[in-house]
């Protein structure tokens, strides 16, 4: 499960987009809007390469109890590309934070799967005062140590700076090629697959390598000190796993840690994307997380 990770990445199409609304921030993420404006203000943040639609039935379940904001981020799943300077998560962090500030919400919950979870988490450390809770989905802040707990953040920069050059260099029918193989451990629906190939030749191959480098190469350990709002953490079991469902828990909880605020919950019988191999398990889940915050 874990090693296949390393060759793949996660991704997404938004089906109806409508441009943020700041200068600042429009060149980052495109963002739909829909449900009651009034209601509990939810924001949705997909991951590497991936799609608003990746929360189609969460908001298709939500439908008009809250105010939703799904949002996808620059370079993935046909939006366009800004460029390949700088971090990308915290680019896109200070650019959603700079959209809350922008819309005076407050009491957000943010939901984040993978990538889109430490956008998430970046968030809330920006934005304290405006952010209630935090969801994050199969995401860890230190990404090198699923796969050896030894990890320094030295050697986890030097892989994710070598995965990024190798991602960024292969011709384009490889790069994508390459995203095949990762397939099966992103979903067990197989129909769904055909769906995320769509995704990947749809994103920006620069944009991938350089997000992808980021995430494997970074640890985000620190920003979780900065952290105020409660954070839940879901991650995924299913059968062919490398560690039992007890152990996998383990190594999620070990991760956050250094938050007081913070819960762990496996969800079995599902791949990373959680939401589309267990949408009803999900969906109840995200039902109770969003009942604690009213």
């Known amino acids: 499960m ?29 963002v739909e809007r829909s449900g009651d404006s009034s209601g509990q203000t939810v924001f949705f943040v997909p991951g590497l390469a991936s799609s608003g639609a990746t ?10 109890s809250a105010d939703i904001h799904v949002f996808t981020l620059a370079g993935f799943a046909g939006v366009p590309a800004t ?58 802040p230190f990404y090198a140590r699923l796969f050896n707990p030894a990890a320094t953040p030295e050697q986890a920069a030097a892989s994710g700076e070598m995965f990024a050059a190798q991602m960024s260099a292969v011709p384009h029918a490889q ?3 390459m995203m095949e193989q990762g397939l ?13 190939r769509e995704w ?17 190469g970074s640890d985000f350990t620190p920003v979780l000190d900065e952290v105020r709002a409660p954070v839940l953490v879901l991650t995924a ?7 039992d469902a007890a152990t996998l828990e383990a190594m999620y909880a070990a991760q956050y840690a250094p938050l007081a605020n913070s819960r762990v919950e496996v969800i079995e019988g599902a791949r990373h994307f959680i939401m589309i191999d267990q949408p009803d398990a999900f969906n109840a889940r995200l039902a109770r997380f969003l009942s604690e915050r009213r």
């Open 2 to 30: 874990w090693a296949s990770l390393k060759s793949s990445v996660m991704a997404g199409v938004a089906s109806a987009l409508v441009l943020a609304g700041t200068a600042h921030a429009e060149d980052r993420f495109v």
């Open 184 to 196: 099966p451990v992103q979903s067990l629906d197989t129909g769904f697959h055909d769906t995320m």
């Open 175 to 177: 790069f994508l090629a």
């Open 200 to 216: 990947f030749a749809a994103s920006d191959q620069q944009t991938i390598a350089r997000a992808f480098g980021e995430v494997s």
């Open 55 to 64: 929360w189609d039935g969460a908001v298709a379940a939500l439908g008009d």
């Open 83 to 140: 460029g390949h300077e700088g971090s990308f998560i915290e680019g896109a962090a200070e650019a959603l934070a700079g959209y809350i500030a922008e819309g005076g919400y407050t009491h957000v919950s943010l939901i984040g799967h993978s990538l889109g979870g430490q956008v998430a988490l970046q968030v809330a450390a920006r934005a304290p005062e405006a952010v209630s809770a935090v969801m994050a989905v199969d995401s860890v």
């Open 237 to 243: 079991w299913a059968d062919g796993s490398p560690v």
